[in-house]
């Protein structure tokens, strides 16, 4: 016959880090002698972590037990230094008792810097497992070496001080969120796109709103202006790509083609095509006269979310929501190079405006990359840790990201170090949870940033006139360990 079951009581779970301290503290009661009070200090332990840090740092100093300084100050000195070319040695007596064998008189420690060759004086010990010992095996007389240690200074590039930048302009107009923008090459207006599917074009100087043009169905995603023509290429949700004439402000071409929503769009520099990208994993180059699609570039395996173009190859750059960046050879729509690098989407990228490099951000990092061969840069030295959709750089080296939660970061374009880090605030009536940045770019001057919001603003922000090198001091510190990707 059964016995009566016996219910267990719930385990609460517990967190590693309260396990850990558990597991230490009933250590500690099983060992410590003296209940309430630390264990004394265990002097042989102490000695080996002292030589092991001591390795750690001056590994590269050799020490050898030399001839006297007498005879060092002799003839055979030629000798040495044609041995051991030119030397930063420096003689330190040894203990009282220590006598050296050879000439009976007191032993000295010859420490020998980093510059003298180590061939026959180590017994061929390498430089990284050799440290600093005395005449007697003793480890506790270490002499500070930093008199002759080679200082190495750090080969990363200084950043330039750039002035804080400050917001002092917010536009509201626009009904809901603002996902896109693009500068008239006059740099009088540019126009922002939004997800209450209209278009609108506004004076830079003053903020006001000169027109609104309505067309698409859908938010609209990408947009860019023509510095050829008088024509303005818009792109949507609603799967359409539209051209607008500015002199007409009406739609004359329609391209058609792409399955699902188009995310992004970017116009050739030197010839006449577009490019657009979108949910359909595909980059479609068009002919901005005829209409007709001249590429479907294909190779990407989720959304196509950030292009931008240049006018030698790689001609087209693709980043997408499958982590990886493409170069696309324009001639024969295939693909030249796929950069792995990131492992979240990569949703924003920027083309520096004079130098052969870009940057490509994703919520991992921001990384920067060279051209034409596409070989990884270097990390920028901060992570904003959030989602980043908009990127923007200027001839100056400052960028600029915009993150998901209204975050605002400033870098220095040639060391990648951050040295601003502002949020945004929303306009009264909206929620915090709608301080989001979707979309940023420099003026055509580059002394102007606007970025385009959730909570239907538009803001402008330019550079503090007051600041100066005293009044916002550079805190830079150089990375210790560079990765490699």
Not at 7 to 13: C, I, S, T
Not at 75 to 96: H, K, M, T, V
Not at 285 to 295: G, P
Request: a positive charge; hydrophobic letters at 35%.
């Amino acid at each position: 016959m059964p016995g009566p079951t016996v219910e267990m009581e719930p385990v609460e779970p517990q967190s590693l880090k309260k396990l850990s301290f558990k597991s230490l503290k009933r250590a500690l009661d099983l060992f410590s002698p003296l209940h309430a009070q630390f264990p004394p200090p265990d002097p042989d332990s102490k000695r080996i972590r002292m030589s092991q840090k001591f390795n750690a740092e001056y590994g590269g100093i050799k020490s050898t037990s030399s001839q006297p300084l007498t005879h060092a100050k002799s003839g055979s000195q030629d000798q040495a230094q044609e041995r051991s070319g030119p030397s930063n040695a420096l003689a330190l007596p040894g203990p009282e008792n220590s006598k050296d064998p050879r000439n009976g008189g007191a032993r000295t420690d010859l420490i020998v810097g980093p510059t003298v060759q180590t061939k026959g004086l180590d017994g061929g010990l390498s430089g990284k497992s050799s440290a600093i010992v005395s005449a007697s095996g003793s480890s506790e007389r270490n002499f500070s070496t930093s008199a002759i240690m080679e200082r190495i200074p750090s080969r990363w590039p200084r950043p330039v001080w750039h002035a804080p930048w400050k917001n002092y302009r917010v536009i509201s107009g626009h009904l809901g969120w603002v996902r896109s923008i693009a500068f008239d090459p006059s740099n009088m207006w540019f126009c922002t796109g939004s997800a209450d599917r209209t278009i609108k074009i506004w004076d830079v100087g003053t903020g006001r709103l000169k027109l609104t043009l309505t067309g698409h169905i859908e938010q609209v995603r990408g947009l860019a202006v023509s510095n050829k023509h008088t024509y303005m290429f818009s792109a949507g949700d609603d799967k359409q790509v539209k051209c607008w004439d500015l002199e007409q402000n009406k739609v004359i071409r329609s391209y058609h083609g792409h399955l699902s929503g188009v995310y992004c769009l970017a116009l050739h520099p030197t010839i006449d095509i577009l490019l657009t990208g979108g949910r359909d994993s595909v980059c479609r180059v068009w002919d901005i006269r005829s209409k007709m699609q001249i590429h479907a570039l294909s190779g990407h395996e989720n959304t196509v979310c950030s292009v931008f173009t240049r006018p030698t190859d790689p001609q087209v750059i693709t980043g997408s929501h499958d982590t990886t960046i493409k170069f696309w050879d324009l001639r024969y729509g295939k693909t030249m190079v796929t950069l792995t690098h990131h492992k979240k989407s990569v949703r924003a990228m920027a083309l520096h405006p004079t130098e052969n490099c870009f940057a490509s951000a994703s919520a991992d990092n921001i990384k920067k990359f060279n051209l034409p061969k596409g070989e990884f840069m270097h990390n920028m030295l901060s992570q904003q840790k959030t989602i980043i959709n908009a990127m923007a750089v200027n001839e100056d080296g400052v960028m600029v990201t915009g993150g998901d939660n209204g975050s605002l970061w400033f870098w220095d374009w040639k060391s990648g170090h951050n040295f601003q880090q502002s949020q945004t605030i929303v306009q009264p009536g909206s929620l915090d949870s709608e301080a989001g940045i979707y979309a940023s770019s420099y003026d055509v001057t580059g002394t102007r940033l606007v970025t385009c919001e959730a909570d239907k603003t538009i803001k402008m922000w330019k550079e503090d006139e007051n600041a100066t090198p005293e009044t916002h001091p550079l805190h830079f510190r150089p990375p210790k360990d560079i990765r490699r990707f």
